[in-house]
């Protein structure tokens, strides 16, 4: 089945380091979405990206839609303690298409 | 408007026993689906819904029965749970299931079977 490559595992970085996360596909997706988690809640959308190319920001962070539609990144500049959590990747194949999730990015910042 | 809820938010079974896990939305959402998420497996698709009177398989079906008999509720049946079901379960809703609206997530089921 598809499946979403999502790196890396976890990251332990300092306050105000910049972070980069990435997931990479054997399909090809037309539509990329970034979820985070936090303990004890559910996944919240922070950016969906639905052209090859795109690159779009909310606050500190950007993503973008990979030129070849098989691969997604996302940036968060500055990073603040309360951005610590899960980052899941998500990508659909088609409008009506299945979701299908990364294994996600645990994020741990230290002031 | 409460977005996404799921009940209950913790429950424990017995091997053998089975529940259901309810999912309400009221945002005249169409599209309805069931996740588990597992530690390093990210979050698995277990059954969808298009709408009212439609269901169909996700991923990871075997196990777990679903209904949609109006537009609100998608309930989740396990059932004779197994202590591979031990997991967190999701309930996420989506406007439509086309075009560019995108899948808002309830708070989880964590669900335990010993």
């Known amino acids: 089945g598809q499946q979403l490559n999502q790196s890396p595992q976890s990251m332990f970085i300092q306050e105000g380091e910049d972070v980069s996360m990435n997931c990479t596909s054997s399909?090809?997706?037309?539509?990329w979405l970034w979820y985070k988690q936090e303990p004890g809640e559910g996944p919240v959308l922070l950016i969906a990206?639905?052209?090859?190319?795109e690159l779009t920001s909310n606050g500190r962070l950007t993503a973008q839609f990979g030129i070849t539609r098989k691969d997604s990144f996302l940036n968060i500049s500055a990073s603040i303690p309360s951005d610590v959590g899960i980052y899941f990747c998500?990508?659909?194949?088609?409008?009506?298409?299945?979701?299908?999730f990364g294994q996600g990015t645990t994020l741990q910042v230290k002031p | 408007n409460a977005g996404v809820t799921q009940t209950p938010k913790f429950q424990v079974l017995k091997t053998g026993q089975s529940m259901t896990l309810q999912c309400a939305q009221d945002?005249?959402?169409?599209?309805m689906s069931w996740y588990r998420q597992d530690p390093g497996m990210g979050l698995r698709l277990i059954h969808y819904s298009v709408g009212a009177g439609i269901t169909d398989q996700g991923e990871v079906p075997n196990g777990y029965n679903v209904s949609r008999s109006t537009t609100e509720d998608f309930p989740l049946r396990l059932l004779s749970a197994a202590p591979s079901q031990t997991s967190v379960y999701f309930c996420?809703?989506?406007?439509?299931?086309?075009?560019?609206?995108?899948?808002?997530f309830g708070p989880g089921t964590r669900l335990t079977v010993t």
């Open positions: 399909s090809i997706f037309n539509t």
């Open positions: 990206l639905y052209k090859a190319g």
């Open positions: 998500a990508g659909r194949t088609s409008n009506t298409g299945k979701l299908i």
């Open positions: 996420a809703s989506r406007l439509r299931p086309s075009g560019g609206y995108e899948q808002y």
């Open positions: 945002m005249n959402h169409e599209y």
